[in-house]
């Protein structure tokens, strides 16, 4: 009697599946700083409203979390996130063919904006419920371990990173800094939906992430744009970046003091 070799253990394909959404939609989204020159000059605009463009799309795919993360506990992940890569498909396309800036930030904005939101805390929350111990890591995997030390984001990192933007001038310095943020908040990124799982279990875990971005939303909103305006008043970015430094190292610290809370809770 012949025996048939194990089959493949299903959760790693629902990680693929949510890897592939995070790089096509991340991808597509975080790329926008490149253009960010090419579209000044297209439109004679200012550094503030094209940087708008991106915080109006980052504020609805982190934003739109408080709706689509409920709404894959009820009907499941594969249809919001199908829909979604679509929207952003589509989002793509018309910002290409954009005449406006405020065709761009209709077609980018909301097409990006609504696709990512529909498709993102859907496929990262779906991968939490098929994993037990190696759930960190599966979930590392599906963004590209698990405990509140590693949270405390990575926090540290990025606002040691971000203090290092302000020396790097030259072109290895940037793609330096580009790498190293780009480890410390991918990790990030990574551990925090392990987290919730372990805390709250899977019954609604979609919804609960899709708050935890949602409060996201409103720093995504005014960043990108703040940090914009402030350029053209000052011809840099020193100001926005010390004030993200000193928001990661509060980040840093209030999790440790939330990390205390509960440890002495449990005892």
Known sequence: MRVMPPRPFYGWFVVAAA?????????????????????????????????LVFSLAGFLYFGLGILTGPLADRFGARRLSIVGMVMVGLGLCCAGMAHTLQQVYV???????????CSYVPAVAVVQRWFVKRRGFASGLAVSGIGVGTLVLMFAGMALVLLSWIFATAFWGMALFALAYGVVYGGFVAVLPALVMDYFGGRNVSGIIGILYTSVALGTLLGPSAAGFAFDVSHSYTLPILIGTCGNVIAAGITVAVAKTAGGASN
């Open 107 to 117: 077609a980018y904005g909301l097409g990006m904006g609504l696709g990512v939101g």
């Open 19 to 51: 890897f592939a959404v995070t790089f096509v939609g991340f991808g597509s989204a975080y790329t926008f700083s490149a253009f960010v020159g090419s579209l000044q000059r297209e439109f004679a605009a200012s550094r503030g409203s094209v940087s």
